[in-house]
């Protein structure tokens, strides 16, 4: 059974910084694609971040420069690394490993809250 478990959400000041960790289990982790959605309230969730098996990676628009998305194949970890947090990155973060043929698989969430 393939599970995939969010951690490192809270509440930070805009400026501040969160380092979000996605540790997953019962998959071959180095197959899968990994990416980082969210979905901020009232509004549809977006991708964040992604990172091929390999390490090639891409992000929005709206975190360039600000986010980093990395991987560690040997422990089955995705981390997304956010820095100068805004107010509107306020939302629920959400881990995916994906690849073709069908295999897409979530967590169950993370909330991040930047706020003074």
């Known amino acids: 059974q393939v599970q995939l478990v969010e951690s490192g959400g809270g509440l930070v000041q805009p400026g501040g910084s969160l380092r979000l960790s996605c540790a997953a289990s019962?998959?071959?982790?180095?197959?899968?694609?990994m990416r980082w959605y969210r979905q901020g309230p009232g509004k549809e969730r977006e991708l964040v971040a992604a990172?091929?098996?390999?390490?090639?990676?891409n992000y929005a628009d709206s975190v360039k420069g600000r986010f980093t998305i990395s991987r560690d194949n040997a422990k089955s970890t995705v981390f997304l690394q956010m820095n100068s947090l805004k107010p509107e990155d306020t939302a629920v973060y959400y881990c995916?490993?994906?690849?073709?043929?069908?295999?897409?698989?979530w967590g169950q969430g993370t909330q991040v809250t930047v706020s003074s």
């Open positions: 995916n490993a994906y690849k073709k043929w069908g295999y897409d698989y």
């Open positions: 019962g998959l071959t982790f180095s197959t899968y694609a």
């Open positions: 990172i091929s098996g390999v390490g090639g990676t």
